[in-house]
């Protein structure tokens, strides 16, 4: 340690380390200030400016310091909206316009650097705090970058309008669908939910919110989707059972598939047997049973039936093996048994009547 070092205070030192030991304990504003724009350690100057509370000294060191570090540490405490605008705009260092950018409230200004700035992140920090829902809307659509589209805060959205305009024309399918999940206008969810154009994940989403019975028996039955079918019956769960009756007897039951690797096979189950399990009555169960096209969907309603005579003339009649077979299981009259076991035109569906009767 030098001599002269005894005799000066510790933030005047020659060692930067002492100096920035020693900044750390100062209150004295004057003595903060002289060392934020004097001290030659960048540092020593940070510390320094993390305290101090004037806002002029402030504006000058974030405006003129030759550090960004220490350059941002000001713009961070700075609230002039015109001088962060400034900043935001100029600073040569994209990380002091970021925190500029951060402390900006005026939307006219974050609006223009959301859509204009060159540099991506400045263009994300502007958009994460813009409140102008059509400003929004419009980088949702327009901007190149996905982080920085991806950044709109859907949820700032409120208006109807714009939010259909969102969920139909924003570049990510994220965007889209946490758009849906806002809107209400019964009119823009239609739209959304029957144009198969739209991504799956927007369509079967919209239908969670559609209220149009018809509309959503026909998506049930019909659309090319199975999410969206799928959703569509399920909105129907709590409503007209005849509904259900008619997705179960002409839409589709379910398909086997296999995994990618073609190792496992499942059950890919479809509109119709969903209807199915959601149908008690045994009326309604018996008119599926004997009505409905496809013969899964027939056989999962006999499974749920216990009307003798129905079961009856199912194991009789019905014109595939496996409906007949699941109307046996559940047959308990033994004259119809009896009767099937020795006539039906399929030697397992007999045996099936056979071991029913006890005699397999």
């Not at 340690?1 to 304990?25: G, I």
């Not at 499974?303 to 199912?314: E, F, G, S």
């Amino acid at each position: 340690m030098s001599s002269t070092d005894l005799f000066r205070p510790k933030w005047k030192h020659r060692d930067r380390r002492v100096r920035r030991k020693a900044v750390t304990v100062l209150t004295d504003q004057a003595v903060l200030a002289a060392i934020a724009r004097n001290d030659s350690d960048a540092m020593v100057r940070r510390l320094a400016v993390e305290k101090l509370r004037g806002p002029a000294l402030l504006a000058r060191i974030a405006k003129s310091d030759s550090d960004w570090f220490v350059r941002g540490t000001a713009v961070e405490k700075l609230r002039d909206q015109a001088l962060l605008a400034l900043i935001a705009k100029s600073d040569s260092d994209m990380r002091v316009r970021i925190k500029a950018v951060s402390n900006l409230h005026h939307q006219a200004v974050l609006l223009d650097l959301a859509q204009n700035d060159a540099e991506a992140p400045v263009r994300k920090a502007a958009v994460e705090n813009l409140t102008d829902e059509a400003g929004l809307v419009s980088i949702a659509k327009t901007e190149m970058d996905e982080g920085v589209r991806r950044a709109v805060p859907v949820e700032k959205i409120s208006n109807q309008a714009l939010l259909a305009d969102l969920a139909a024309n924003a570049r990510d399918t994220e965007l889209r669908e946490k758009a849906v999940e806002k809107l209400v206008d019964q009119a823009a969810l239609v739209e959304l939910a029957g144009n198969q154009s739209n991504p799956s994940g927007v369509r079967w989403r919209a239908v969670e919110r559609i209220s149009d019975q018809r509309l959503l028996a026909d998506l049930a039955k019909h659309d090319n989707e199975h999410s969206v079918r799928i959703s569509a019956t399920e909105r129907l769960r709590f409503t007209d059972q005849r509904t259900l009756v008619d997705i179960a007897c002409g839409g589709r039951y379910g398909e086997r598939v296999s995994d990618s690797n073609c190792e496992q096979v499942y059950f890919l189950k479809d509109a119709a047997y969903v209807a199915i399990e959601w149908i008690d009555n045994q009326g309604l169960l018996r008119e599926i049973a004997t009505t409905a096209i496809d013969p899964q969907a027939r056989a999962a309603a006999v499974n749920k039936l216990t009307h003798q005579v129905a079961l009856a003339a199912i194991a009789k009649n019905d014109s595939d093996p496996v409906v007949r077979s699941a109307a046996i299981r559940n047959l308990t009259n033994r004259v119809a048994l009896v009767e099937v076991a020795r006539a039906d035109a399929v030697e397992w569906v007999r045996r099936v009547a056979l071991e029913k009767l006890g005699g397999g």
